[in-house]
């Protein structure tokens, strides 16, 4: 594949220039960010399995995780305050390490069905407080550490980004078996995976089995 360059003169470089592309912004849509979590927002994130937790580490290099439980896992701790239980992952800590050196974050909630969505930003600490923690344990299992949030913006997000992509629309479903596994795909990227589809296949049954054990 060609190495894509870009153009300087198709660069947009300050915030003038990028706003003479666009209308003027809606007034409705400039009034509607909140500090706090209203009603709406809160039953909101009361619905929602899935968020997706944006991070920056000092340098500005960017990382977004996917977090998901059952539906009202991120706890409401008052009106401006957020509680997210981190479960076990692989390990590279890419986000809580962002936090570590750079509280700001992002949160994109997501409930099923739904085509609008929940955008909250704000400063986020690591917390290991046992009272909260046992609060937000699942199988008798309890998290290591909560990422609490202070909110400091909250918005709903319209729904053109979901129509447009018919994310819950059966007839665009797409067919997982027409890519690699995820156990192959990795193995293609670091180690080489095995050319035998039954040792590949027995790979891919004990990562099933990992899931069933480490979830929580």
Excluded at 132 to 161: N, Q, W, Y
Aim: charged share 30%; proline share 7%; aromatic share 6%.
């Amino acid at each position: 594949m060609t190495e894509f360059k870009i153009n300087p003169e198709f660069v947009i470089s300050d915030e003038q220039s990028l706003r003479n592309l666009f209308p003027a912004v809606n007034p409705l849509a400039a009034r509607k960010c909140l500090n706090f979590l209203d009603e709406h927002a809160q039953e909101f994130i009361r619905r929602s399995p899935f968020v997706c937790l944006g991070t920056q580490d000092l340098n500005g290099s960017a990382d977004v995780s996917p977090r998901g439980d059952p539906a009202g896992f991120v706890k409401i701790l008052d009106q401006a305050t957020l509680a997210i239980p981190d479960r076990p992952g692989n390990n590279r800590l890419d986000s809580l390490t962002n936090i570590v050196a750079n509280p700001k974050i992002g949160l994109l909630f997501i409930v099923p069905g739904f085509d609008d969505t929940l955008r909250v930003n704000g400063e986020a600490s690591l917390v290991t407080d046992p009272d909260l923690l046992e609060s937000m344990g699942v199988k008798d299992r309890v998290p290591r550490l909560a990422i609490v949030v202070k909110v400091t913006e909250v918005f709903i997000h319209c729904a053109k980004a979901f129509r447009r992509s018919h994310l819950w629309n059966p007839d665009h479903f797409q067919d997982r078996d027409e890519m690699p596994s995820l156990s192959k795909i990795i193995l293609d990227q670091t180690t080489g995976a095995p050319d035998d589809e039954a040792e590949m296949r027995k790979i891919d049954e004990d990562l099933e089995k990992e899931y069933g054990k480490t979830m929580y």
